[in-house]
């Protein structure tokens, strides 16, 4: 299965988006998903991630910042950005924490910029 990534676009310094990820009401065969980045240059990162549970992780660089959330039929994660920073500028996946489980969708790319 191959996740699809939305709601990335082009925000100012201090704006927010929306992120969401699932596969056209796919049920997420797994307990946790997570949210990652790349920025240009370099290597993919975890950002946050969730459990069926809804117990959350977030990396540092986001804490405070960004909320990862879920729908109730555990078939969409979110990943809501606020405050953002030029240095958030990544293309933004989704998948479990590692090892991968799914196969890597395109992502979708956030850019901050004035």
């Known amino acids: 299965v191959q996740l699809q990534a939305l709601g990335g676009g082009l925000v100012q310094p201090g704006g927010s988006l929306r992120l969401n990820c699932g596969a056209s009401?796919?049920?997420?065969?797994?307990?946790?998903m997570a949210w990652y980045r790349q920025a240009p240059g370099k290597e993919r990162e975890l950002v946050a991630s969730?459990?069926?549970?809804?117990?959350?992780t977030y990396a540092d660089s986001v804490r405070g910042r960004f909320t990862i959330s879920r729908n109730d039929g555990w078939t969409r994660v979110y990943l809501q950005m606020n405050n953002l920073r030029p240095e958030d500028t990544a293309v933004y996946y989704c998948?479990?924490?590692?090892?991968?489980?799914?196969?890597w969708g395109q992502g979708t790319l956030v850019t901050v910029s004035s």
């Open positions: 009401g796919y049920i997420f065969s797994i307990n946790v």
């Open positions: 998948n479990s924490p590692p090892p991968p489980h799914y196969t």
């Open positions: 969730i459990t069926s549970a809804r117990d959350t």
